[in-house]
């Protein structure tokens, strides 16, 4: 039963939904809509759990005295930091800017940036013409990169147009049929999860 | 030299993150737990907010109804204790069916009827022929439960790989870009904001 | 061991790559696409009655790449002197909307009757069912706590439908295709704002003219810029983009080279 | 009754939902399902590693089994690891799993412990197998490159749900010369992996890995009905093709 009442209500709540998306009936999209403005409640509260859950995690790890204890208070002192600056001084604060040019900004551009160095020993010693497939994959990356950095062009004018082709044709294609094939799974995924037979998401039997 | 705290705080640490290239070491954790904690901090601020408009001031002007979708959210919290954590399974339920038939509905119109439409081309120039083909292989590839029994539907599933190659490739290219132009934003940074070397 | 080291000098001549042009700026020419071009046509045809809503989706970790086409359409519209409301469905998007308003305000529009900052909304493609079905509903108060049914803005505007256009910057979600699913029943058209990182996925929907058109990454901003006629970062930092790619080209040619040469000797062995 | 342009969406929506449902209810029999060569290369990177004595080294990625957006990739690549904790067990081979949420380490450990009992080899498992890295991105990441320049394994599968550190992942693991196969349904990330990985699990492909494996009835049904969808997809396509290319634009309309 612990299981059974929630995902029936789910399910309720998501055949609502579909049925106010086909059938012209007043009352049916004015509950969807409700159903909606709901979910979009339920996941403020869910953004502010994550928040709590991390919390929670770091203070048991500064209590076990664990080796990442160090990094987990300086974690804890930034997010009451950032938090308090919002909560009491608003998001146009000072403190709360602080937080968010000082360390928000530079610290999550600098890691997506450092990839860029992985991707470079990849391209370097792994993107190797192996074989028809790796040959094909090879062609494609180098012809993008080419039309879209000014080098390409320099060496021979079509370069620019080629990328284009590759992105808007081929690549496009290929998308599409992908696309029209998950578009087919999410429906399947749907129909499992609104019966109730998918239910991982519920976490294990208690 | 810049003379503000924030940039001076941006640099280190944007040296910090990059330390990690010469090996993994403590500056470069540090840099990974203050990002994490300031990116939570922020998603409380900005969540609450929501919860504020959307349901505290509302039910202050004696809209009830909002008590229903409080309650659930506020059930959320349930998983911290062992013996209730089952009554989340409520919200929980709640949230990832409305998510599924909302994606749902738009789906099918949207991403399955008018693709498939959008691929009907006319014939006539070598980049529609080249489209619908890679559109047809690239679906016959994906067949699981057909015996490929025939020459047709062998060629076109290996058709339908070649042009995903391609499609990686082009993928490939473009995130390279990507990544160069965050390590050129850095290198702005440190250089023009921070040092004050380049103009 | 040389291996590694091999890897090194590789790194530096990438910082390289990046930081000479910065120093000497090498002036490339650079080449227009026809992605761009259609954005700006689109935008530059605008009046300032139209109303636009702009939902800004993005994180700051690619501040280089989307941020650039921020700076470009806050030029453009500012001289266009449309009227804009801002929304946006990833929590790090509100300082994105702060950046736009300050910008457009510095342009001359004010708030309240040209600019409305309706600020975060939680929950992703339901928060987008939401507020494309009705605004005001989904946001029943503005970023500054005013109630939206007294912003003089949104006196006429109640679902997507009774907007001009959409420009959405995407990063991760909800992207491009949650956009193409829940705008679909109102009809009106968007532009994406992608990433190059994205620009793979986005463009089947453009070829669907589910969307109207792209402008992808620092090189779309960099033509934006050149459109506009004001060059800013993006022109700037194409230089040190296109020095940097040639590294990457040049790597994956010397690797495969490398590849080629061990083979045959390994064959004649 | 049904709002006014979405009667063929309608249609066609009813028509998939009692198709699967029909497929589903006499799903008593499994469906074969076609040779992929990800799956197969699994086989051969567990055998290569038993040849060489090393580990193996598994991650289901960053996703979380109780969050909607990434659950059915997860629990996809986690049928995915019962069989390769099957085949560890039944080998001797040391097996590591790397792993990112706290949801999905409970259920992983569970999972490679059921498989070790189900392979007669109960005394083989420890919990030290399932190690619980970081919910932290790049800490998960670091750690797992970490793992590989360390203990230098024979086999890397790196089947899930993927994030940015696909590069960093997929790079790390091809430098230490192991076998390498990756495999993820998003596919932006993907190529990252495809590029760099020796065999790759192309999007749906790790769907119909983890059902095939797991002989889940339901979801291979699932499987037959999405390939019945994708005929009709290739029919329409090529009727709706021909159709213009000789001037009757009947077809594009319906399907606008």
Redesign the interface.
């Known amino acids: 039963m612990r299981r059974e009442v929630p995902v029936f209500l789910g399910s309720a709540a998501g055949v609502v939904i579909l049925a106010a998306y086909f059938i012209n009936y007043k009352p049916l999209a004015t509950l969807s809509a409700e159903l909606m403005n709901w979910g979009i409640i339920m996941s403020a509260f869910a953004l502010c759990l994550a928040s709590v859950n991390l919390v929670r995690k770091h203070v048991n790890q500064i209590a076990r005295k664990e080796p990442v204890a160090p990094f987990s208070l300086a974690l804890l002192i930034v997010f009451f930091g950032i938090t308090l600056a919002g909560l009491f001084q608003g998001q146009n604060s000072a403190g709360f800017t602080f937080f968010y040019k000082g360390i928000l900004e530079p610290v999550s551009a600098s890691f997506y940036g450092m990839l860029g160095f992985y991707l470079l020993s990849a391209a370097f010693r792994t993107f190797r013409a192996r074989s028809y497939e790796a040959t094909l994959l090879l062609l494609s990356a180098l012809a993008v990169m080419l039309g879209r950095a000014t080098i390409g062009s320099l060496i021979w004018e079509g370069f620019p147009g080629l990328a284009e082709w590759f992105l808007g044709t081929p690549n496009a294609a290929a998308d599409r049929g992908v696309l029209i094939g998950a578009s087919l799974g999410l429906l399947s995924s749907g129909v499992r999860l609104m019966l109730g037979i998918d239910r991982a998401y519920l976490g294990s039997e208690e | 030299m810049s003379t503000d ?2 940039v001076w ?3 280190i ?2 040296l910090c ?2 330390s ?2 010469y090996k ?1 070491n ?1 500056f ?24 504020l ?3 505290i ?2 039910l202050q002007k004696g809209q009830i ?2 008590l ?3 309650v ?3 059930l ?2 349930t ?2 204790s062992r013996k209730q ?2 009554l989340s ?36 120039s070598f ?1 529609n022929i ?19 029994t025939t020459a047709i539907q062998r060629g076109s599933a290996l058709v ?30 440190v ?2 904001q921070w040092f004050h070397i ?1 103009k | 061991m040389k291996k590694a080291l091999d890897i090194r000098w590789l790194y530096i001549l990438l910082f390289l790559s990046i930081i000479v042009p910065m120093a000497r700026p090498l002036g490339l020419p650079l080449k227009m696409g026809t992605w761009t071009k259609v954005v700006w046509d689109t935008l530059d045809k605008l009046t300032p009655n139209d109303v636009l809503l702009i939902c800004p989706d993005f994180n700051p970790s690619i501040e280089s790449e989307l941020g650039p086409q921020r700076d470009a359409l806050i030029y453009h519209l500012g001289q266009k002197g449309v009227k804009a409301i801002f929304v946006t469905f990833v929590p790090q998007g509100t300082q994105q909307t702060k950046k736009f308003i300050t910008g457009l305000e510095a342009a001359g529009r004010k708030y309240g009757t040209d600019l409305v900052d309706l600020g975060f909304l939680a929950g992703e493609e339901t928060a987008l069912a939401a507020f494309f079905g009705d605004m005001k509903k989904a946001c029943p108060k503005d970023a500054r706590g005013t109630a939206t049914a007294d912003i003089p803005l949104l006196k006429n505007i109640n679902t997507a439908r009774d907007v001009k256009l959409l420009i959405h910057f995407a990063q991760s979600l909800p992207g491009t295709a949650e956009y193409v699913r829940q705008l679909g029943p109102y009809g009106i058209t968007f532009v994406e704002c992608v990433s190059t990182g994205a620009m793979a996925t986005s463009v089947t929907y453009v070829q669907s003219k589910q969307a109207l058109g792209l402008i992808a990454g620092l090189q779309g901003a960099a033509e934006y810029e050149m459109l506009n006629k004001h060059l800013a970062y993006a022109t700037t930092a194409m230089d040190s983009q296109s020095l940097a790619y040639t590294v990457f080209i040049g790597a994956v040619i010397a690797g495969n080279v490398i590849y080629y040469i061990e083979r045959k000797r390994a064959r004649t062995k | 009754m049904i709002i006014k342009g979405r009667e063929f969406s309608f249609l066609v929506f009813a028509l998939l939902v009692v198709m699967t449902i029909y497929l589903m209810r006499r799903g008593k029999q499994s469906w074969s399902v076609r040779k992929i060569a990800g799956l197969d290369a699994i086989e051969e990177s567990i055998g290569r590693a038993t040849e060489m004595g090393r580990p193996v080294f598994f991650t289901p990625g960053g996703g979380d089994v109780v969050s909607g957006a990434s659950a059915v990739d997860t629990m996809a690549a986690v049928e995915v690891l019962s069989y390769v904790a099957s085949m560890t067990a039944k080998y001797k081979l040391k097996l590591t799993v790397g792993i990112r949420q706290a949801n999905t380490y409970a259920v992983a450990d569970q999972t490679v412990k059921e498989a070790y009992v189900a392979a007669g080899q109960p005394d083989l498992y420890s919990p030290d197998i399932v190690q619980f890295y970081s919910p932290e991105q790049f800490a998960y990441a670091a750690s797992c490159v970490g793992y590989f320049q360390r203990e230098r394994p024979s086999a890397i599968l790196m089947l899930g749900w993927f994030q940015a550190e696909a590069v960093m992942l997929a790079e790390g693991a091809a430098q230490t010369g192991a076998i390498t196969v990756g495999g993820m349904v998003k596919f932006n990330q993907l190529a990252m992996m495809v590029a760099c990985c020796d065999y790759i699990l192309i999007g749906e492909e790790l769907y119909v890995a983890g059902a095939y494996l797991s002989q889940n009835k339901i979801k291979l049904a699932c499987i037959r009905s999405q390939d019945f969808g994708k005929l009709a997809a290739i029919v329409a396509i090529i009727v709706g093709t021909l159709m213009v290319s000789a001037g009757n634009k009947a077809l594009v309309k319906l399907f606008s």
């Open positions: 705290l924030t705080l941006a640099g640490l944007t993150a990059y990690f290239l993994e403590p470069y954790r540090l840099a990974e737990y203050l990002l994490v904690g300031v990116g939570a901090g922020y998603a409380l601020v900005v969540g609450w907010t929501n919860i408009q959307k349901a001031q509302p109804a909002v229903i979708p409080v659930l959210g506020l959320l919290f998983r911290f954590a089952w399974r409520y919200p929980i339920a709640l949230m990832v069916c409305i998510g599924a038939a909302v994606a749902l509905s738009g789906t099918i119109k949207e991403q399955l009827i008018k693709q498939i439409g959008a691929t009907m081309l006319p014939l006539n980049d080249v489209f619908v083909a890679g559109v047809v292989t690239v679906l016959s590839y994906f067949f699981f439960t057909f015996k490929p339908g790989r070649s042009f995903l190659m391609v499609a990686f490739g082009s993928m490939v290219g473009s995130v390279a870009m990507l990544r160069t132009s965050l390590l050129i934003g850095r290198i702005d940074f250089f023009k380049l």
